[in-house]
């Protein structure tokens, strides 16, 4: 393999340019290092060696290794947002034969039924409300009732609550009855350990703006790799064909079908070696808990409530109940703490109202303890 040269530094770029105003508290894209966005400094060629070798097949190596030490497991980059991938897994790996158990309880777990409902893939929707996690119990019931059910999908955070789902209870189930298993990891993966060979996860679905702290412009899928290769001729859609895509990449040493997002990829490449300076995945899961942790005791001494009991919750994004004073109005809210340099996130709850506030990206608990002096300074509702 060729040595790759180091992107050119462009001493024209101060420092002061790769700052940003405020430190996005969101579920991604999230805040970034200078490094991260350094990266992208330069460009590409697709049909180079220093790309494709030096930075493609590096990502899908590494990215196969964070999630398992077997080999069984191979990587698919895929241009589009998170989405995209969601949508090319689900409809390049059920067969027109299969038929798909979603199960759901929150806005991420019924987009994938929406995909299935598009794509015309034979689908049963387990709805758990939006409060509540899926038990072991309710999905084996359904699995013995319908006989015909070859895949699960459930979301491992639904970032709609901030509901960590259980999916260390609920794979064996799924196991027990031989269907395959997809997880969207979207806004999990890489910020907590999830051991895919041993839960038996066939795939997982993330992105290059969560948990790795990347920019936006694809999504990853790791892919068991005796079934991916038996999805030829499955996907419902060109762009979409997770097998092809795959194909493509395992046949040409990285090479993407169509046009990729370079940029993104180099920054997604830098992204990866920052995972791994932290201390990989475990020590980025102890700096979120710990965010995640200082940022629920700090909202509860102002006085703020957790929509969810805390034993449900991820160390990424909170929902918290809106105050429920007349006076309080969430933009108003909003635009005072952006003024003080934090931008948090809108609720997405259907029947509570809410706001969230994400703590993931380069954020470290100094930045919460910031942010909580910034809501308490905020609360104009509660000084009249
Ligand atoms: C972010 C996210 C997605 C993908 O969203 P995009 O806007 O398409 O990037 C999917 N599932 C979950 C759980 C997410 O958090």
Redesign the pocket.
């Known amino acids: 393999m060729k040595a790759v040269p180091t992107a050119n530094k462009v001493s024209t770029v101060k420092e002061k340019n790769l700052e940003n105003p405020y430190l996005l508290l969101t ?2 894209p999230l805040s970034t290092s200078g490094s991260v966005r350094e990266a992208m400094l330069r460009d590409w060629c697709t049909w180079d060696d220093d790309y494709n070798l030096g930075v493609v097949e590096e990502i899908r190596s590494q990215l196969v290794k964070l999630a398992s030490d077997t080999e069984d497991y191979t990587a698919v980059l895929m241009q ?7 949508e090319a897994t689900i409809g390049s790996v059920i067969s027109d034969e299969g038929k798909l158990l979603v199960i759901n309880n ?1 806005a ?1 777990g019924a ?1 994938i039924a929406q995909i299935a409902e598009y794509l015309n893939i034979a689908h049963t929707v387990l709805n758990c409300g939006e409060i509540n996690p899926p038990t072991p119990a309710e999905v084996e019931q359904l699995l013995l009732e319908d006989k015909t059910i070859t895949h699960v999908a459930v ?6 609550t901030g509901m960590l789902n259980p999916i260390e209870a609920l794979a064996p189930v799924v196991k027990k009855h031989d269907c395959v298993l997809i997880v ?5 993966f890489g910020g907590i350990p999830i051991d895919l060979a041993g839960l038996g996860i066939d795939f997982l ?1 993330s ?1 290059a ?2 948990c790795i702290q990347g920019v ?1 412009g694809f ?1 990853f899928v790791i892919a068991r790799r005796n079934i991916l290769s038996q999805c030829k001729g499955h996907a419902r859609s060109l762009s979409l064909d997770l097998y092809d895509q795959w194909h493509c990449m395992e046949k040409n040493h990285g090479k993407w079908r169509f046009t990729s997002p370079t940029h993104t990829v180099r920054a997604f490449h830098q992204a990866l070696s920052e995972l791994q300076k932290e201390g990989g995945i475990a020590a980025r899961h102890e700096r979120y808990s710990t965010n995640q942790s200082m940022l629920v005791q700090g909202m509860k001494e102002l006085g703020f409530r957790c929509l969810l009991s805390e034993d449900l919750h991820s160390p990424f994004i909170t929902s918290f109940y809106s105050p429920e004073h007349p006076d309080y109005d969430f933009h108003r809210f909003y635009e005072q703490l952006k003024e003080k340099g934090f931008v948090i996130y809108p609720g997405k709850v259907s029947d509570a109202d809410c706001f969230r506030i994400g703590n993931i990206g380069e954020v470290y608990p100094a930045d919460i303890g910031c942010l909580i002096k910034a809501v308490s300074e905020s609360m104009y509702w509660a000084e009249c």
């Open positions: 579920p991604g589009g947002s998170g989405t995209a991938s969601v929150g991420y987009r979301v491992h955070c639904e970032t709609t969207d990891a979207m806004s999990s679905i992105s703006n969560k936006p999504g």
